[in-house]
């Protein structure tokens, strides 16, 4: 309960659906639905292409064929600009090749995704208003740094990753899709990073997330999706959802 603290919140109406999503040689026929306020985990093994998927509904990697649906409406998501637009967040399994600008400091880091038409006006940043909104979602997640412009290679993994979580948060996801989030950080890290997860699901964000580890899938997820070899083998329920169901699902 330490590690895990799932919290029971009621879950919605299905906000993100994904129909026979498909790109040739990588993945075939990806089909599952996500609610408001759910936590759904995607498992499988290494080779399993969950990362692709989540690349795919990103738009960092089209698919070739198949629908994305989001509140019940098919929507085009061709780049990541295109899916931000639709309220989806992204947080990348590498948080040091495809997440920090590691040479830039914490508030760049935070700010990046954030520079939106909201805070341009004539081609000028509100740039006080940034830094204020920057500043207050770090104290809120806690992160260690002596101050935001301390650069972002001189943080531990588990701060690194804060601010990762910070910079999605800033942009008011309704749907926050998590690769590793937890990876090679602290035991102390990953516990406060799974009671964010499960208090954003309590504010009715829908949170797809993919983890190696089964049982953080195990503990925080309401539902879950098994991959195989590109493949969607199984969906599972938490009630009945075991490691030994998992692995069955993920090694046919």
Excluded at 24 to 46: C, K, M, N, Q, W
Excluded at 165 to 190: Q, S
Aim: glycine share 8%; hydrophobic share 45%.
């Amino acid at each position: 309960t330490d590690m895990f603290p799932k919290i029971d919140c009621p879950i919605g109406d299905v906000i993100l659906e994904v129909k026979n999503l498909t790109i040739p040689g990588v993945f075939h026929d990806i089909s599952f639905t996500l609610r408001r306020g759910e936590i759904l985990g995607l498992a499988g093994l290494v080779g399993s292409k969950r990362s692709n998927v989540a690349e795919a509904i990103f738009g960092v990697t089209p698919a070739k064929t198949g629908e994305i649906l989001i509140e019940g409406k098919p929507v085009s998501i061709g780049s990541p600009s295109a899916a931000m637009a639709q309220g989806l967040a992204f947080l990348t399994e590498d948080r040091k090749e495809t997440g920090c600008f590691l040479i830039l400091n914490c508030l760049e880091n935070i700010q990046s995704a954030l520079i939106t038409r909201s805070h341009v006006k004539a081609g000028f940043v509100d740039q006080s208003t940034v830094t204020k909104l920057a500043e207050d979602m770090a104290a809120t997640l806690r992160v260690k740094t002596p101050n935001l412009y301390e650069a972002v290679e001189n943080l531990s993994g588990g701060n690194q990753q804060k601010l990762l979580i910070a910079r999605w948060l800033l942009t008011k996801p309704r749907i926050l899709i998590l690769d590793e989030p937890t990876r090679g950080i602290d035991v102390g890290a990953k516990a406060e990073i799974h009671r964010l997860i499960t208090g954003l699901a309590a504010e009715g964000v829908a949170v797809l997330m993919i983890s190696s580890e089964l049982p953080e899938v195990l503990g925080m997820s309401d539902r879950i999706v098994v991959m195989h070899e590109g493949r969607v083998a199984g969906v599972l329920d938490r009630a009945e959802a075991t490691q030994v169901k998992i692995m069955d699902l993920a090694a046919r």
